[in-house]
């Protein structure tokens, strides 16, 4: 493998010195990009773009060919590998979001479920990473990721991304030994899909809790933290110590000090959280992402200016921050808005870092 | 008018002593009610239900008559009546959202809105406040209401409920001035509004501030939460200084310590947020009302118990908590389930009130 050239973003996951803060936005390589768009038509859909590797690996390189200023890249795929993997068949209706044609509902077809052998049914993603990796050539880290247990089994049971999950609440209170069952199967896929990225050289893994802010305090508790913390004790067990990891929770900032226990190097954080209290609160114990609302690169140079110096400035003096946005990019920016992102965390954030 | 015969509501509110914790739901009147359907059939469509005061007046009576241990009523209508009075054309779409015909998008249609005549343009929610008052014959107060000029602005701008609020939140931060132009007219109409509801008769009053939580914390500290409170300062210099007021922000669970400041005598609680933790931040300032998760009505009668048992817990003894949903109740609901969740409160929730 090549050396790293540009190493900050792992130094910041563990709150050591660097020069400015680092950066990179979730979902970097998507649609807000003609060139993504034309390599996806290519493909013909997203699907077969993330299951292609050649493609992915091209994808994946764009932002960062397109963005010198970024500081590390992020593996092209969707979280919705692993229970497409374990079966459920993954596809995506034009113009809606991803759906399952085999959703679990039944408890025959949960008893059911199986581990994928990740070597075999996800393959064309460890592929992938072995391929960029390659391509990239040192020049930033690469990261892996995955969806966490219970943000993947909303899909996985109620078929679709929602907005209510009533049936996936229904099976939590009604029958909740099902729905911890599909839990720890998951658990299980997902620690193996991150232990072969890991083998396959990703320098960092991100787990993604999308929809774990839908629960109670006591449901997050329940359903959805532990599940994590087993996923990066395991990884530590298999020999992965030294990969750093970042747990993102959209719609958590409320759980923080909890978030913060389950020895994850580092939080992502959403546009709802202050991160200068996030820092106050959980600061000493990890490193923290985030979080510039991706809505404000759709206003002008001058807000974006304005709210990435907030943002830096509220996290205040020292090491320990990623700037990143507080979600995915949205389609409709303009990609120069990002240069104005990237140029201001890079030139801004240097004072912060001074001995 | 005649003498309220239940009148723990507004003690609550006030944080008075009550012999238990009073409960009512959002939304109660509704979809999950076959009676509800009924009348709802009879009017044609819902925009027609809220339109004609005798059919409104019916569905608010409904769940006092099924549910007994309810301990208020809300004015059966819809925070959209008032952009609708303003001009922008409401419908519902069969099976979607609300939308509006012409949203607010052209600086020259911004500068053109106008603060409606209430007691013409919304004499039929007035007319109904009077009349669910006279046939509500003292048995519980009456709360009426209204959204946040923000949640109002998402509608107006947006053109219907959203998911992202990119359209508005790019004005935000491109032209300021037109969203605050937007937000001032629109806080002069709500407290209008508001006040002719409290001369026909409310009790109290709740400010709906159903999007607030897809700010920013310094986006809500500038958009929403100044207007709400410009809101309930105005209508106390118009003489309301004895209406108790709830004011609820969904997914503002993490800027509790801000809503305390502005005047209200409650807050609601979406189900994200430990109220007994809210309490420890807030409870000396304000009273609490909330939270459970609606969806916990869909799961079986045991679950609703423990799940109602351990909120009341967790706000502990003394009075200040109304009990509630942390969001409206959904029409898959079983009606049963309801009386589960009322039991409950009344019965086990005595022993933190007694002296």
Known sequence: MATLQNNYFLKALRREPTPYTPVWMMRQAGRYLPEYR????????????????????????????????????????????????????????????????????????????????VAYDLKYVID?????????????????????????????????????????????????????????????????????????????????DSWGGALSHQGYLEFSLPYIKVILSNLKMMGNKKIPSIIFTKGGGLWLQDQAEVGAHALGLDWQTDIGMARQKVGHQVALQGNLDPAILLSKPEAVEKEVKSILDSYGQGSGHIFNLGHGITEHTPPEQVDVMLKTVREYSQQFHMK
């Open 128 to 208: 992938a990473v072995s391929q960029i990796k390659k391509a990239l050539q040192g020049r930033v880290p690469l990261i892996g990721f995955a969806g966490s247990p219970w943000t993947l089994a909303t899909y996985m049971v109620e078929g679709q991304g929602g907005t209510d999950f009533l049936t996936i609440k229904k099976m939590a209170y009604t029958r909740p030994d099902l729905l911890h069952h599909i839990l720890k199967t998951t658990t299980e896929a997902v620690t193996q899909y991150l232990h072969a990225q890991i083998e396959a050289g990703v320098d960092a893994i991100m787990i993604f």
């Open 38 to 117: 034309a390599t996806r038509k290519k493909a013909g859909d997203f699907l077969s773009l993330c299951k292609n590797p050649d493609l992915a690996t091209e994808v994946t390189l764009q932002p960062l060919d397109r963005y010198p200023l970024l500081d590390a890249s992020i593996l092209f795929s969707d979280i919705l590998t692993v229970p497409d993997a374990m079966g459920l068949g993954l596809y995506f209706a034009e113009g809606e979001g991803p759906k399952f044609e085999r959703p679990l509902r039944e408890e025959i077809d949960i008893q059911k479920l199986k581990i994928p052998d």
